[in-house]
């Protein structure tokens, strides 16, 4: 059985990237030097401050919550990872508003639109994420959290799963790659590892070392190994990045607004940052306001308690 500090965090994983979803959908596209002073920072902007998406109430996430409950409804129904039925219901999330606030959807990304088109066209979900290059978002990081958080396998069987979730909307290695070291971090996180990240980065490392491809793209454009710093941009290795830099801070607040004032992909970028975050303080860490003031209470709790009573029930193996 799970501990209540264990249960605690992950709780506050998932809430933690909803909350910081929400928080970033109003600064979305605004350069850093736009965007509000830190302590103003909130749901609703300060008046006069041009918010994107502005009909979007305030505390509602974006595709990166939608897309993160997806996975995680179909985790627990399904008690493996099932492709199909992981890209139907991001279908179900485009076409329908499935496990979207009021079921409003809007912020879908270039490359995971063309992809869930490949889905609906009949694509294999293990083929229909671009592979190209150029196709390396930070789509199917953003909500990767869950898989983490439920899974119960060991390392190997991890990596392999994060990989695999990200192939329905994006393909190539590096984003796949980035995926893995995010589900591993957070597991280190999990078990209080004293070194998180940089055990993460050993086992990934150790995983992959006779996949020649896969160490190159570890090596040379993820680089592990340098010191974390704050871009906000959309690209997977940047939005990785700026997450392990937003996570630095000394508490869930500053580390939400931390990843806001880099600008740009606000929302994603908070989003990733917020499940780090809502991990290293746990759901009482993040501050009362914003938790109460997150709409879609609804659709995520049930989830949630779920997860909770799977977590409970089962160990790592």
């Known amino acids: 059985m799970t501990t209540p500090e264990t249960q605690n965090r992950i709780a506050g994983a998932l809430v933690g990237l909803l909350v910081g979803d929400a928080l970033g959908v109003p600064y979305e596209f605004n350069p850093p030097e736009l965007i509000p002073t830190y302590d103003a920072i909130e749901y609703a902007p300060s008046p006069g401050f041009a918010r994107s998406h502005n009909g979007v109430p305030p505390g509602t996430w974006s595709d990166d919550g939608a897309q993160a409950l997806c996975l995680l409804a179909s985790l627990l129904d399904k008690g493996e990872l099932d492709l199909a039925d992981f890209a139907s219901r991001l279908v179900r999330w485009q076409r329908d508003g499935y496990l979207a606030v009021d079921g409003n959807v809007f912020d879908i990304g270039i490359t995971t639109a063309q992809a869930l088109r490949a889905v609906i066209s009949g694509v294999s979900p293990e083929r229909a994420g671009p592979s190209d290059e150029y196709s390396n978002g930070n789509g199917s990081l953003m909500r990767a959290m869950p898989l983490a958080l439920w899974h119960r396998g060991n390392d190997a069987a991890l990596v392999r799963d994060a990989r695999r979730q990200s192939l329905p909307t994006h393909g190539h290695l590096r984003a796949q790659l980035c995926c ?8 280190r996180l999990l078990e209080n590892h004293d070194a998180p990240w940089d055990d993460a980065v050993r086992s990934l490392r150790t995983l992959v070392a006779d996949d020649a491809a896969a160490v190159e793209e570890l090596e040379w454009s993820i680089r592990p190994d340098e010191p974390a710093i704050g871009e906000g941009s959309g690209y997977v290795v940047d939005a990785l990045r700026s997450a392990r830099w937003a996570a630095e801070a000394p508490d869930f ?31 009482e860490g993040i501050p009362e306001r914003w938790r109460t003031a997150l709409r879609g209470r609804d659709l995520y709790e049930p989830l949630l308690e779920r997860l909770l009573a799977h977590a409970n029930a089962s160990r790592i193996r």
């Open 180 to 187: 893995a070291l995010y589900c591993l971090w957070a597991r």
């Open 253 to 283: 607040e500053s580390a939400m607004r931390r990843a806001i004032r880099l600008g740009h992909d606000t929302d994603t970028t908070a989003c990733i940052a917020g499940g780090i975050a809502g991990l290293k303080f746990g759901t």
